[in-house]
């Protein structure tokens, strides 16, 4: 996945979030994720959440943007939130 891929395919998914469509507060599940966009192949939908991991060295090209909490659940960090909302016009600088 080329690096504006993955930056549009994480505005999306923030978007989603912030929306209420996707997830449960800052919890989303990796079946959640590949439901919700279905239209991406299951290899890329598969791995996003894990790619973009805070922490996660292997995949430099993703925003790092969650958290594993357990194995298939994901805390989206909440500063990632904020500053998506701030770019939306949702809250102010």
């Keep these: 996945m080329s690096i504006l891929t993955d930056l549009s395919l994480a505005n999306r998914f923030l978007d ?3 929306d209420g469509l996707l997830g449960t507060g800052l919890k989303v599940t990796r079946q959640e994720f590949m439901n919700f966009f279905s239209e991406l192949p299951v290899g ?3 791995t996003f959440l ?3 991991e805070i922490g996660s060295a292997n995949t430099p ?5 969650t958290i594993r909490v357990t194995d298939g659940v994901y805390r989206i960090h909440p500063a ?7 770019q939306r016009g949702l809250i102010k600088n």
């Design 50 to 52: 894990s790619n973009s």
């Design 61 to 65: 090209t993703y925003r790092k943007i």
């Design 44 to 46: 890329s939908s598969g």
């Design 16 to 18: 989603a979030s912030i």
């Design 80 to 86: 990632a939130l904020l500053e998506r909302m701030k």
